[in-house]
């Protein structure tokens, strides 16, 4: 049987690699401490979970979703939720459209506006989907190096004018995986004047909009004014309301780029289950308590993971914002072998910087989830099986 050249050419998804590894080593009995896959472990609220079951018992609720864009009541939530959290109102018939969670529509977003040797520009590292949709649709991504002497930003300024100008898309993604970085309104402003010169649209994958620490609420691309002649946003109930395997989502903004993402979507999928978006709106238009103890959880953990590392001699950096640690691998280590290391001596499980892109060699990622731990105790361990089963040069 021939197999599609574009898919050979695909490595394997990182986290696919990792679910493997991680199988492996409990099926040889180790006692891991899995810091890799972001997949939430609190359960989602109680009350999102009573309106899909209300929802479920409706039979209208039993057929394909023929909404278009979404079902009309979550469209209206989601720019109620725009207007409360950020001051923006996107139009619900125009700017809104559903989505089958956040990954979905980055790559399906590609296959609607990129002709075969267009320009994507894609940060480095990345959430792999960038490069990979990229490469599915026929363009060619140019990367923008994250580095963290410019607080994880790419350099707008550093892209040659043949390559901009070439360009058709840019995906950025703050507050930012793997780095745990964030924007401020100024470097956002930066994009819309870049976006606007060069003729290009910009997706914001917003899927962490909501995990952010200190108390300091992050920003949306789309507070710029005219951001929206430029730009989509895109959000993710995934991680802010613990909704991983629901499968939904959203984006905002630029309504020509919205109509194109939905002809294409149209043509795949036949939308999300009718009782999911209602549960979207409870999610949506109730209270945030719930958005507000996770976060709470999330800082905790992170301080706890982070303390402990430093207090070991591991000079690691406290993330502003996302699910994810972000660490240096000591020196004579590449990433990959530091993170082979911590499996094979330690039974930590962590995530290679290289598997996001060039310039994620160097640093490993770890998780700030971690199924069944309840009090932290799992994360107070990492620091402890570190310092007993590595010799390491922290310096």
């Not at 493997?20 to 040889?28: D, N, S, T, Y």
């Not at 962490?208 to 993710?236: C, K, N, W």
């Not at 289950?273 to 209270?287: F, K, M, P, R």
């Amino acid at each position: 049987m021939q197999i599609a050249d574009r898919l050979l050419q695909t490595p394997p998804y990182p986290f696919a690699e990792l679910a493997r590894l991680k199988a492996k080593v409990l099926a040889e009995g180790a006692d891991l401490i899995d810091l890799g896959i972001g997949d939430p472990d609190l359960p989602t609220p109680a009350h999102i979970v009573e309106a899909l079951r209300e929802a479920a018992r409706d039979p209208v609720t039993h057929q394909y979703d023929e909404t278009g864009k979404g079902l009309p009541e979550f469209r209206r939530a989601i720019v109620a939720w725009c207007r409360d959290r950020f001051g923006i109102e996107p139009d619900p018939d125009t700017e809104v459209l559903r989505l089958i969670g956040v990954k979905e529509g980055l790559a399906h977003l590609a296959w609607a506006v990129i002709n075969p040797n267009d320009v994507v520009l894609v940060p480095s590292p990345c959430y792999p989907v960038y490069r990979t949709a990229t490469n599915f649709a026929g363009g060619e991504y140019y990367e923008m190096p994250l580095l963290e002497g410019r607080d994880f930003l790419p350099d707008l300024r550093a892209i040659p004018d043949d390559v901009a100008d070439r360009a058709r898309l840019m995906f950025l993604n703050y507050p930012n995986m793997p780095t745990g970085a964030v924007a401020v309104e100024a470097f956002f402003e930066d994009v819309v004047e870049f976006a606007r010169a060069h003729d290009l649209l910009v997706c914001q994958d917003a899927a962490y909009q909501e995990i952010y620490f200190d108390q300091q609420p992050t920003v949306s691309l789309l507070q710029v004014p005219g951001a929206r002649d430029v730009a989509v946003e895109m959000h993710s109930l995934s991680k802010t309301y613990n909704m991983t395997g629901w499968r939904l989502g959203f984006a905002v903004g630029n309504a020509q780029a919205l109509d194109a993402l939905e002809k294409i979507k149209s043509n795949i999928d036949s939308g999300a289950w009718l009782a999911i978006q209602h549960a979207g709106v409870a999610a949506l238009t109730s209270s945030q308590e719930c958005v507000n103890g996770m976060r709470v959880i999330y800082q905790r953990r992170r301080d706890i993971l982070v303390d402990g590392l430093n207090a070991i001699g591991w000079k690691v950096p406290k993330p502003p914002a996302t699910l994810y640690v972000w660490a240096p691998v000591p020196r004579g280590y590449t990433s990959a072998d530091f993170a082979a290391a911590l499996l094979r001596d330690a039974s930590i499980l962590v995530t290679p910087g290289a598997a996001y892109g060039s310039h994620g060699e160097g640093y490993v990622r770890m998780s700030l989830t971690i199924q069944g731990d309840r009090k932290e105790e799992r994360l107070a361990e990492v620091a402890e099986r570190i310092k007993a089963n590595l010799q390491v040069d922290w310096s």
